[in-house]
C-alpha cells in the first residue's frame, strides 16, 4: 500500500514538474452579478490538447477564466480542478461551488463542455497578499482514467508594466519633439534677425 501511495505522489509531482507554466497579465472588466463575464474572445483561446481549450484574466474580482471542449469528447465524466478551491464533476456538477458555472444546456443538446470559474482575489491572496503572487494550476481526469496535462497559471504584471512604459516613452517623446521645436524656432529667429541686419 506504502508503495501505491508513493507512486501516486511521485506520478502527480511529476506531473506538476512538467507542466505547462502560462504567465497571464491581461486585464478584464468586473464580472457580472451572476458572478461570471458573459462572453469570452475566441481568439484569445489557449489550446489545452486537441479537443479542449481555455483562458483566463484579471478581473477586480480576482482571476476568471473558462476551460471549453472543441466538440463532444469520446469519453465523458470530466472532473476538473481550479487551483486548490474548487472541483467540478460533469455531467453530475458535484461539488461545483458558487466560484464555477456549467453549461447544462450545451452539454444536454451536443454534449459540449463549457465551464466558467472565478479564483477570488480573497481566495488567492489569503486575505493580504497581492493577487499577483496568485499560482493557480488547471487540472482534469476523466471516468476512462484519462488525463489532460495540468496547466500552471502565473498572475503577473506585465499589462500595467508596459502601460507605464508606454506612458513614460509618450512623456520622453514629446520632451524631445518640445527641445527640437524650440531649438527650431530659435534657428529661425536667428536666421530672420541676420537677414534684416543685412538690409
Not at 50 to 78: F, H, I, K, M, Q
Not at 178 to 187: E, M, N, P, Q, Y
Request: net charge positive; proline share 3%; charged share 20%.
Amino acid at each position: 500500500m506504502r508503495e501505491v501511495m508513493l507512486i501516486l505522489v511521485l506520478a502527480t509531482l511529476a506531473a506538476l514538474a512538467t507542466a505547462d507554466t502560462v504567465d497571464v497579465s491581461r486585464h478584464g472588466r468586473r464580472v457580472q452579478v451572476d458572478g461570471f463575464l458573459l462572453e469570452w474572445n475566441g481568439d484569445n483561446a489557449r489550446a489545452w490538447t486537441d479537443v479542449w481549450r481555455w483562458d483566463a484574466l484579471v478581473t477586480p474580482d480576482g482571476l476568471a477564466g473558462y476551460v471549453a471542449s472543441r466538440g463532444a469528447p469520446e469519453c465523458g465524466g470530466w472532473t476538473f480542478g481550479i487551483g486548490a478551491g474548487t472541483k467540478i464533476s460533469v455531467p453530475d456538477v458535484v461539488g461545483a461551488s458558487e466560484n464555477a458555472a456549467f453549461d447544462r444546456d450545451g452539454f444536454e443538446k451536443e454534449g459540449i463542455y463549457n465551464i466558467e470559474w472565478l479564483v477570488p482575489n480573497d481566495a488567492v491572496s489569503g486575505g493580504g497578499a497581492s493577487i499577483y503572487s496568485a499560482v493557480i494550476t488547471l487540472t482534469a481526469t476523466n471516468i476512462c482514467g484519462d488525463t489532460l496535462p495540468p496547466v500552471v497559471i502565473r498572475v503577473v504584471r506585465e499589462a500595467r508594466q508596459k502601460s507605464a512604459y508606454a506612458a513614460m516613452i509618450t512623456m520622453a517623446a514629446a520632451a524631445v519633439l518640445t527641445i527640437i521645436i524650440v531649438a527650431l524656432r530659435r534657428k529661425l529667429i536667428l536666421k530672420y534677425k541676420t537677414k534684416v541686419k543685412v538690409k
